[in-house]
């Protein structure tokens, strides 16, 4: 590690935040930052290490590994909740043997069943295809859930807001969340928030899972949500520390529920906080390093830092605008035909996208021009 990651790794006595910028080494960190407890004798048991992906999670553990050291309690927020209510969740009446219910067209089949149930079927004739899809209410049940909000909660937001859609979507919730009970059975949505009851409740009758936690690590601060964040909370309750990486400038995720709020009000949430810096890039290009600068500008509210590039290149950044999403792949197969021709190696030349469907054009024409197309996890190699 650096001297910045080196600093941010071993700080104790107060709340850490990592500002960590694309490309400065955070997972470094972080890793350096769990072998910096275990070797102030921290007991892995005590440590507590949460990610948002399992190949996160994953990568986290198999470097640790190579390493020599056998890490516990690393494992994505989901993955949390479940060891949680596997260890206290039978007094809020979850069973050991709950059901993982991880089949989304099984959650939509159920929640149309529920509709088709309703007690006021003239009401529900009366709504739009896209009022009774299946898809916009569990949007609205999972958004509830995400704010801890329960089906009578729900209900009473509604009422105040005079919105009898959103009654009704409610009334499906508690329809929803009686049929879960029943069938003892966990989506991936209901899990943070039966995870924060189970934690509430073994606090409040002076439960020992907060008292045996000692650290609290979280990766990718900026993408928490409100459920997670209160599940966060309940954990340091005890007296555990947290240390948190993260980016308010890579904050993405707001669609879905994340907040970048408590990434930005880090010291506002907790006082005594101390607030670590990355800026060393090892990754990318000064001018790519400079273009990400300009736009990072443009945001009113953020943690300030410039990277400074470590590698002694200059990268280049290329805009193009396409009139549609078959213009963009021609143009894009044409732009790796080009070095191909000129002798560069397939293997330097990579594609990433952020959805899985535009790249299957792209795919298309590379075949077409006689490039093997091979898909990876964040994209396509050739």
């Not at 004739?125 to 209410?137: F, G, H, N, R």
């Not at 919730?173 to 899990?191: H, I």
């Not at 890039?281 to 990277?307: E, V, W």
């Not at 280049?316 to 035909?337: G, R, W």
Request: hydrophobic content about 40%; some cysteine.
């Amino acid at each position: 590690m650096n001297t910045e990651q080196n600093s941010a790794a071993s700080n104790l006595g107060t709340p850490t935040l990592v500002i960590a910028g694309p490309g400065t080494g955070k997972t470094t960190t972080l890793v350096g930052r769990y072998e910096f407890l275990l070797n102030q004798g921290v007991s892995p048991h005590r440590i507590i290490c949460c990610t948002f992906s399992r190949k996160a999670a994953d990568e986290i553990k198999e470097r640790l590994s190579k390493e020599g050291e056998k890490p516990a309690n690393i494992s994505t927020f989901h993955a949390l909740a479940i060891s949680i209510l596997r260890k206290i969740g039978e007094p809020i009446g979850i069973p050991k043997d709950f059901v993982i219910w991880s089949h989304e067209g099984e959650r939509r089949r159920k929640v149309r069943e529920l509709v088709k149930a309703h007690n006021d079927q003239a009401f529900v004739s009366a709504l739009s295809k896209e009022e009774v899809d299946a898809v916009a209410i569990l949007e609205f049940i999972d958004t509830q859930r995400e704010n801890l909000l329960d089906p009578e909660d729900a209900s009473l937001k509604a009422a105040s807001r005079n919105s009898k859609l959103e009654v009704f979507y409610a009334d499906i919730y508690a329809s929803f969340d009686a049929y879960l009970s029943q069938e003892q059975k966990l989506d991936f949505p209901r899990m943070v928030e039966k995870a924060v009851a189970a934690l509430e409740h073994d606090t409040e009758n002076g439960g020992s899972y907060a008292k045996f936690l000692s650290h609290i690590l979280i990766d990718e601060y900026q993408d928490i949500n409100f459920s997670q964040k209160v599940m966060i909370d309940l954990m340091m309750s005890e007296g555990a520390e947290l240390w948190a990486v993260g980016d308010d400038l890579q904050a993405i995720y707001g669609w879905r529920g994340s907040n970048v709020r408590y990434i930005l009000d880090f010291e506002k949430n907790y006082p005594s906080a101390k607030i670590f810096t990355l800026k060393s890039n090892y990754r990318s290009g000064d001018h790519i390093l400079q273009a990400a600068d300009n736009l990072s500008r443009h945001f009113l509210n953020k943690y300030p830092k410039t990277l400074v590039g470590e590698r002694n290149v200059q990268g280049a950044v290329f805009y193009e605008q396409s009139n549609s999403y078959q213009a963009e792949a021609e143009s894009v197969a044409k732009e790796i035909a080009e070095p191909m021709k000129a002798g560069k190696h397939p293997s330097d030349i990579a594609v990433l996208s952020r959805t899985n469907e535009r790249p299957k054009l792209l795919a298309t024409e590379l075949i077409k021009m006689g490039i093997p197309v091979v898909r990876s996890f964040n994209g396509f190699k050739f």
